[in-house]
């Protein structure tokens, strides 16, 4: 093969895996050159996905087949606007905190495991975006899941360890129910294919129970009300550039496999109460989160409860959509907020992080005035805590008015209460923190003074979920290429 | 009944009870077992859907993805293992600290 | 794009972009900082000078930017519009006078203070210059995001409670309002702010919801509005410094809320066709009974501010209740009270900062004569306390002499009641306030303070309450000038109306 065969841009996708892979392998091999393996991939992925947005954008879905093999027993990678769109924020989230990570992490002897777990847990999630099986996405599910696992352990604290095996735990269950869901439907249809099995639709009693599993491990793994308990600690305990990566994408994951299967394979045969369901767990999440988040000691146990509560306001996309006229506002509604909360999520995180690196904790009763020491942080705080609540103008207000829309065009109003009263809630517990950021005080606090990347970093994720606000007609178009919906 | 149908049974059965020990017991190593013993429940379920053909050959592909599983839950396991230890060299039990919202 | 779709924009650029960069200049930079402010507040008095020509004779300023696939940012100049925004921009400017000498002696950052400032005056242009209610709600409660940090900026514990109470009682607000407009855009697909209301072909499908969307608003736009009982808040926030209070009170919050609801009742409803459904009699009715609570608490606060935050309650709702009285008179007369009230209120504010700060003068009960160790400043409280009586020819006379016509032109001859109660209930509480500064004998021999020269005070703290209460008095002496107050309300009822 000739090196422009090779670059083609139908050989992007597997570019885009391949390279924080080689990355990963590298820097464990060569410890030394870790963090410029890392810095080389948070620069050239995002290119990469740039142009691949670009080439779907123009010419529609690609697929491709990895190594020339057939499906089913060789590989496809598809990507189609959605995926583009994951693969998008994922390098924004990831390139960014790579960035962060450098200086959090200097000096530090766990970055010598840092950075090849973290390539690595960057190339299994686009391998997820670009999967165009089912069980190809249970492979990149678990590669997922244990690099998330071994990141989280990397902190050195009993707690941080306790979360990770508990994390893990789950993460198996999850991914074994899943599996047997992939099972049950190649046993009732023979293909793995995802297009070929939004083509079969078979519906019999088999497609019911292995929706049940596979929706009943991917919400764990979400993290979904009342299958939450392991993400709390999970997310408050670990390192922060890893927290920030956990919100924001690695339970974003999971529930994108969940609407990549519900849209494509499950929708017509479900009953319309399993949305309804999934909605009501969505409304538990969003109160329960919101409520724990409020009583919250810690900073980033508060943050790591808010992404329990934002992760309910993704589950209402399923009942949301169920109603004909409002169907595509629901589904941008709901992508809208994956990618608002992965942008806001992770600053909110990053920030988080600055606060702990500088005064060696995050006891919130012990933070005032901090506005004052470091203003770009709490700025960033800010503008992403705008997000989170939903006011303009931000991403999170778009998909909030998306989703007031959908459920006003449905004539579903019950979920608007629902979803002013988390936005109310989350109010509450943003300025509950950051009210006392504001407040006066004249005691001198011992401070580590913060390196800038670090500040900027949290900063640039947090007007991201800002511009999030003004760019929603470039978004909706990408997401339309290929069809998903 | 069929072979197949055996296997796929027995599959379900161990993936019942793998499931249910990981939730009954609380010793680490214990649950990492049942966790071990539910996915090959769900590798014999796949390896008796491979049985489905028409002709003598078995359908390969259930037999790649029971392949790759194994792998993955080798790896799995390892790791699993390793945090095992580790949890019981830095609090010296081998059972999860309860879930404090501290 | 021409100039005429850029001037809306640039109009908000021109408070927006000099925030953002006070922010990020270190607390040291004085000069630049006054500099970006003061130049920032003349370069929009300029622009808005010249939107003030062009709407007059008819030019259209229009700026969009599509915000999603059917909805819109809309910058919108009409009469109402270039009104409100021509007194955000001058009170804007001499508050920024004002608020650069009284934060002098102040431990907390101005680079701070200074850019939610400018942040603040910005959304409260936008809110001006809506051109539909999603524009509307967006810089609606960014107005509430930007003032937060002002209201806790001494970050006191009062100050902090003071900020819970605000964000609890106007993020409530603006939940409940966004509620309304997002029934109101999926139920007849357009928010646009249309002349004459758009929504009367809908009455009959939809008169029940339409009822319900319209509590819902008012409801929404009520708290920052002050209506009882959703005005807790606003007594609560004089924690505040003075600047923020004045501007608050005068300009931002207040009138945002009072701006709202004129505009949902004549330019989303219609105000005939809000007769129709019977929605202006509730209205009419909170706003009398504001009036009438706002006056009668005022009579029993000590503290001067608290007395003036009542005052405020009592006086906002006039703008409702000129809405709620069907007829063109009525509606000139809350409408001129939008600006009348901003200027005449914004004095006694500047005065009550003006006191506080040159001789520690918090309380009413303190301010024996105090007209002899500061008369000029005393003498433009006199002023403003007399338009808020309605003394003639201040320009409060005016307008609660609008409101009356129109209301006993509207058959609703008990307006009249309320508003001379009011007036005599306004009596009582500021005529003893001036009784108090120039006839009575000091208590003790006042505290020197410190030396301004021949002035009793800094001159950035003594012109711009002359100035405002200048306008006042012009305001209502020359209101049959072009360009007066009085003449853009008519302009806008008379647009209004049409027949």
């Known amino acids: 093969m000739s090196l422009s065969e090779i670059l083609q841009p139908v050989t992007l996708p597997a570019w885009i895996v391949s390279l924080p892979l080689l990355a990963a392998v590298f820097s464990f091999v060569l410890p030394r050159i870790r963090v410029g393996a890392g810095i080389f991939t948070a620069i050239i992925t995002p290119l990469m996905v740039v142009f691949l947005g670009r080439e779907i954008f123009i010419h529609g879905a690609i697929q491709m087949q990895v190594g020339g093999w057939q499906s089913p027993l060789g590989i496809a990678l598809y990507a189609d606007g959605l995926s583009a769109a994951m693969l998008g924020i994922t390098a924004v989230v990831i390139g960014s905190i790579s960035f962060y990570a450098r200086s959090y992490f200097s000096g530090v002897a766990a970055s010598r495991y840092f950075w090849p777990l973290w390539m690595f847990l960057w190339a299994s999630l686009n391998a997820l975006f670009l999967s165009g099986d089912i069980f190809n996405l249970y492979v990149t599910l678990e590669l997922l899941g244990l690099s998330a696992v071994a990141l989280v352990a990397l902190s050195p604290t009993a707690d941080a360890l306790s979360a990770a095996m508990r994390y893990l735990l789950v993460s198996l269950t999850g991914s074994l129910s899943y599996l047997m869901g992939v099972a049950l439907l190649y046993a009732a249809n023979g293909t793995l294919s995802i297009k070929l099995l939004a083509a079969a639709g078979l519906s019999s009693p088999s497609i019911a129970t292995a929706f049940a599993l596979m929706a009943a491990g991917l919400m764990m793994k979400s993290a979904l009300f009342p299958m939450h308990f392991w993400l709390p600690p999970a997310h408050a305990n670990a390192p922060a550039p890893v927290s920030a990566v956990l919100s924001a994408l690695v339970v974003k994951a999971s529930f994108y496999i969940l609407i990549r299967l519900w849209l494509v394979i499950f929708e017509p045969f479900i009953n319309p109460s399993a949305a309804q369901l999934m909605g009501a767990l969505g409304a538990g999440a969003i109160i329960w989160g919101s409520v724990q988040a409020l009583l919250a000691e810690r900073l980033k146990l508060l943050v790591a409860y808010s992404t329990v509560a934002q992760v309910g306001y993704l589950f209402l996309v399923f009942p949301l959509s169920s109603i004909h006229q409002a169907n595509q506002t629901a589904w941008q509604g709901g992508l809208y907020f994956v990618f608002s909360h992965a942008c806001a999520k992770s600053a909110v995180f990053l920030a988080a992080g600055t606060v702990i690196y500088s005064f060696g904790h995050d006891r919130i009763k012990e933070l005032h005035g901090i506005v004052r020491r470091m203003p770009v942080s709490m700025f960033a705080f800010a503008l992403a805590g705008v997000s989170l609540i939903g006011l303009p103008p931000s991403g999170g207000f778009i998909a909030k008015w998306l989703y007031l829309n959908a459920a006003l065009t449905g004539g579903q109003w019950w979920w608007c209460v629902l979803i002013i009263i988390g936005s109310l809630l989350a109010t509450a517990y943003i300025f509950r923190f950051f009210s006392r950021a504001f407040s006066y005080s004249p005691e001198v606090v011992e401070e580590r003074p913060v390196p800038w990347i670090m500040e900027w970093t949290a900063l640039g994720l947090a007007l991201c979920a800002l511009i999030l606000g003004f760019i929603a007609p470039a978004v909706t178009t990408l997401l339309d290429a290929g069809n998903p919906f | ?102 | ?499």
């Not at chain 2, 053909?53 to 790791?79: C, E, F, K, Q």
């Not at chain 3, 006379?397 to 209301?407: N, R, V």
């Not at chain 3, 306008?471 to 853009?488: H, I, Q, R, T, V």
Request: hydrophobic share 55%.
């Open chain 3, 1 to 499: 794009m021409t100039f005429d779709n850029w001037l809306p924009l640039l109009i908000l650029l021109t408070s927006l972009l000099p925030g953002i960069v006070i922010f990020v200049l270190p607390e040291e930079r004085v000069r630049w900082r006054t500099t970006l402010n003061i130049g920032g507040a003349i370069l929009k008095l300029g622009l808005i000078g010249i939107m003030i020509w062009g709407v007059r004779h008819e030019h259209v300023y229009d700026f969009r930017m599509p915000m999603l696939p059917n909805i819109e940012l809309v910058l919108n100049a009409d009469a109402m519009s270039v009104m409100m925004t021509a007194l955000s921009g001058v009170l804007w400017f001499l508050t920024t006078l004002y608020a650069i000498a009284y934060l002098e002696t102040s431990p907390q950052s101005r680079s701070r203070f200074f850019g939610f400032f400018s942040l603040c005056v910005s959304s409260t242009v936008g809110i001006a210059l809506a051109g539909n209610l999603i524009t509307f709600i967006m810089f609606y409660e960014m107005l509430t995001l930007t003032t937060y940090p002002l209201v806790v900026f001494r970050g006191t514990p009062e100050s902090m409670r003071a900020g819970r109470i605000y964000i609890a009682y106007t993020f409530g607000g603006g939940a409940v309002f966004l509620i309304g407009v997002a029934w109101l855009k999926a139920l007849v697909g357009s928010v646009a702010f249309t002349e004459g209301g758009m929504l009367a072909p809908y009455v009959g499908t939809y008169a029940t919801q339409l009822r319900f969307i319209f509590f819902l608003m008012i409801s929404g736009l009520g708290v920052k509005a002050a209506l009882v009982p959703l005005h807790g808040w606003l007594p609560k926030a004089m924690v505040a410094p003075a600047p923020v209070s004045a501007l608050l009170h005068a300009v931002a919050v207040v009138k945002a809320g009072a701006f709202g609801i004129v505009r949902v009742v004549y330019d989303v409803y219609g105000i005939e066709f809000s007769d129709e459904l019977g929605l202006l009699q509730p209205l009419t009715a909170a706003a009398a009974f504001t009036i009438l609570y706002g006056s009668v608490r005022a009579l029993f606060q000590d503290e001067l501010k608290k007395r003036l935050a009542f005052s405020t309650v009592s006086q906002v709702s006039y703008i409702a209740l000129g809405v709620g009285i069907f007829g063109p008179i009525a509606t000139i007369g809350g409408i001129v009270h939008l600006v009348n009230q901003g200027l005449m209120k914004i004095t006694l504010f500047f005065c009550a900062g003006n006191f506080a700060e040159t001789l520690g003068v918090h309380h009413i009960s303190h301010m024996n004569g105090i007209g002899r160790r500061m008369p000029w400043t005393m003498a433009a409280f006199t002023l403003g306390s007399l338009g808020m009586i309605g003394v003639p020819p201040m320009a409060g006379f005016i307008s609660k002499w609008y409101l009356g016509t129109g209301g006993i032109a509207a058959g609703k001859p008990w307006v009249i009641a309320i508003l001379v109660a009011s007036s005599l209930l306004n009596a009582a509480y500021f005529l003893p306030i001036i009784y108090r500064g120039w006839f009575r004998e000091p208590a003790d021999s006042w505290s020197p303070g410190p030396s301004f020269g021949s002035l009793e005070t800094h001159w950035m703290l003594l012109f711009p309450p002359l100035i405002t209460a200048l306008l006042a008095l012009l305001s209502g002496l020359l209101a049959d000038a072009p360009f007066s107050p009085l003449e853009w309300a008519r302009l806008i009822a008379a647009r209004e109306y049409r027949p």
């Open chain 2, 1 to 102: 009944m069929t072979i197949s149908l055996l296997y796929a049974l027995v599959g379900v059965v161990l993936l019942g009870i793998g499931l249910y020990s990981l939730v009954i017991y609380s010793h680490l190593v214990k649950k990492i077992l049942a966790l071990n013993v539910a996915g090959s429940g769900v590798f014999l379920f796949l390896v008796a859907t491979a049985n489905q053909t028409s002709g003598p050959v078995p359908d390969p592909v259930p037999h790649a993805m029971v392949l790759t599983g194994i792998v993955v839950a080798v790896s799995a396991t390892a790791l699993a293992l390793a945090l095992a230890c580790r949890i019981h060299q830095v609090t010296g039990t081998t059972r999860l600290t309860k879930n404090e919202p501290e």
